[in-house]
């Protein structure tokens, strides 16, 4: 092992292993916002797709109430 | 699956670990002393070693939850096992990464391949290095899990195995810090070491819960994804992937 660094010269290096650190914590977050961030649109698309669903089944409803009952069926009309 | 609070004590692990791992990094810049043989680069040392130990415990605890899935067969621990691999790799990369910047401002050469530790931890890197594609190649799921589990014990036995070897070792000029003895470090070396250590051994914990938070997110959209697409007689087809599929 060589002789001890002044503060000048090894200062860089230190700082060096530190940013690193930094960085990988930083990607480390970026990444996870980025899965967030798409748990978050496909939740937003099952939301709509469930409600497009409710609006169809409850038209459906209203359709069937609706209809005129065939002839001879015994049904109101 | 739906039992399972992952995200539980998420809040006050991540508030754990920024406090920590600041007031240790604090602590390395204005309480501990520099070092009388190396000087100021010796700072890298409270980074780099906690780096190198957590990430070491970390696949050894990949391993242990490989024996869990093993004898229980719960997903779960597969799941456990992949995570902590996962972000063991990212931190031994954070290790060999400013190893390497120590070296070369130590001992003027970015890496000395005589050197066992050096050597010993970038084979450890690399055999982990192995384990996603490896999970990646087996497509059934079952066997994915089975066989990485197997990957995941036999690597974490190798871990303190290697780690045992290496301090067998005659040629170190790689610096000994802790030892049966106790090592060599003054008392406000040895705090300051401690304060860093647990920072990053908090900051590890809240990184699995992160990830398997985000994980099983996933599997539960994909679980409703699949059940509105029963309701449609279709099918949402599974991505392939190297993560565990509950």
């Given at each position: 092992m060589g002789p001890a660094l002044p503060l000048g010269d090894a200062g860089p290096y230190v700082a060096a292993a530190y940013l690193v650190f930094l960085a990988l914590v930083l990607v480390y977050v970026a990444i996870m916002a980025a899965k967030l961030s798409r748990i978050q649109r496909e939740i937003g698309e099952l939301a709509e797709l469930v409600e497009r669903r409710g609006t169809e089944r409850d038209r459906g409803d209203v359709d069937d109430v609706t209809a005129p009952a065939p002839a001879g069926s015994g049904a109101p009309r | 699956m739906n039992r399972h609070t992952f995200s539980r004590g998420l809040v006050p692990l991540s508030i754990a670990s920024v406090v920590l791992l600041v007031g240790g990094f604090a602590m390395v810049f204005l309480y501990a002393p520099s070092d009388a043989?190396?000087?100021?680069?010796?700072?890298i040392f409270y980074l780099h070693v906690p780096l190198a130990i957590v990430a070491l415990v970390g696949f050894v605890a990949g391993g242990v939850y490989g024996i869990r899935f093993l004898r229980s067969g719960d997903r779960l621990h597969d799941l456990r096992s992949y995570v902590a691999i996962h972000i063991s790799l990212i931190l031994a990369v954070g290790a060999l990464v400013t190893g390497s910047i120590w070296a070369k401002a130590?001992?003027?050469?970015?890496?000395?391949?005589?050197e066992p530790t050096l050597v010993s931890f970038l084979i450890v890197f690399l055999l982990y290095a192995c384990y996603q594609p490896l999970r990646f190649s087996i497509e059934d799921p079952d066997r994915q899990a089975r066989y990485a589990a197997v990957f995941a014990v036999v690597g974490g036995a190798f871990v303190p195995l290697n780690f045992m070897a290496v301090r067998a070792?005659?040629?170190?000029?790689?610096?000994?810090?802790?030892?049966?003895?106790?090592?060599?470090?003054p008392g406000s070396m040895r705090i300051t070491f401690v304060v860093a250590l647990a920072g990053m051994a908090v900051m590890f914990v809240t990184l699995c819960k992160y990830e398997l938070t985000s994980k099983h997110a996933s599997f539960q959209l994909r679980a409703l994804k699949r059940r509105l697409a029963g309701e449609d007689d279709g099918w949402v087809p599974v991505r392939r992937s190297a993560a565990p599929q509950l």
């Open positions: - | 043989d190396q000087g100021f680069v010796q700072k130590s001992w003027g050469q970015w890496w000395v391949w005589e070792a005659e040629s170190l000029i790689h610096p000994r810090v802790l030892s049966t003895t106790g090592g060599t470090m």
